[in-house]
């Protein structure tokens, strides 16, 4: 039999709220990375639906793997399409977030954005 402890049950979500608006934040693109060290492993990218989230999971199952990891979500393309005017370069443009996930656990990432500033928390 093949051995699955690894696999017991983490999984990485999040979701973006425009903060400006109070609304959901949809069609923000967001890039999922590996850090390992130097090296800098691109995993997938997704959008946000209608609800400002994902529509699954960024990472479950045999994907998660605890590690660090990081999230850049393209605030400046979604604030520009949704109609917010930006100064050029814009103050707020790609968002980084680096983050560990020390065990098998669901790790919430969530990111409150506007034009000019952003928080993050681990959530549930």
């Known amino acids: 039999m093949a051995e699955t402890s690894h696999n017991n049950g983490g999984r990485l979500t999040t979701h973006v709220l425009d903060t400006a608006t109070g609304k959901p934040a949809a069609g923000l693109l967001v890039d999922l990375f590996r850090l390992d060290g130097d ?40 604030l520009r399409r949704s109609g917010t005017k930006l100064p050029e370069p814009a103050f707020l443009d790609i968002v980084p977030i680096r983050f560990g996930m020390a065990e098998a656990k669901h ?16 959530g549930s």
């Open 39 to 78: 090296k800098r492993t691109h995993l997938k990218s997704v959008a946000t639906n209608s609800d400002g989230r994902c529509d699954a999971p960024l990472l479950s199952g045999d994907e998660f793997k605890p590690g660090e990891y990081e999230l850049v979500f393209a605030a400046g393309d979604y």
């Open 107 to 122: 790790y919430h990432v969530p990111l409150l954005i506007s034009p000019y500033s952003y928080s993050t928390y681990r």
